[in-house]
């Protein structure tokens, strides 16, 4: 059967025919969309993105991130920071449309520190990461140093 609707059938013969048969509503059927993906990604430049429909029907996957590109299932890292991919499926006649999103997290490179000064008991350091930093002496987070820079 190929389309959702409301089906009946009546048989003929020498042009005697019969009653119409019980009425069959066919409803479009619901489509569920699975996510195989972790919540951090870390070190790779690609992804291999796992969304399946249970319908076996094609999907297709979009995002509005900056920070990915997307060639069908296989998503190329380009930045840190939150990805959203959404999976649609359009339905058919048979099938409703299904939608489904995932988000997860690119997480930055271990950022590398380096000694850029030093005079006498004071030194200066130096992310290699020009965004995003958050500085620790013996455990303890430095709230008000947040740049490339600490001294």
Known sequence: MEKAGTYYVTTSVDGCESIPSIVENVAMIEQS???IQSDVITNVNTITLAATVDTGLSLDLSTSSENITLNSNVATIIGAGKVTIIAKQPGNALFQPAVRSVTFCINPAKPVIKITESTGPAVRLESSSPVGNR????????TEVTSPQCN
Not at 135 to 142: E, V
């Open 135 to 142: 500085w620790y002496k013996d455990g303890q987070p430095m």
């Open 33 to 35: 969309i699975t996510f």
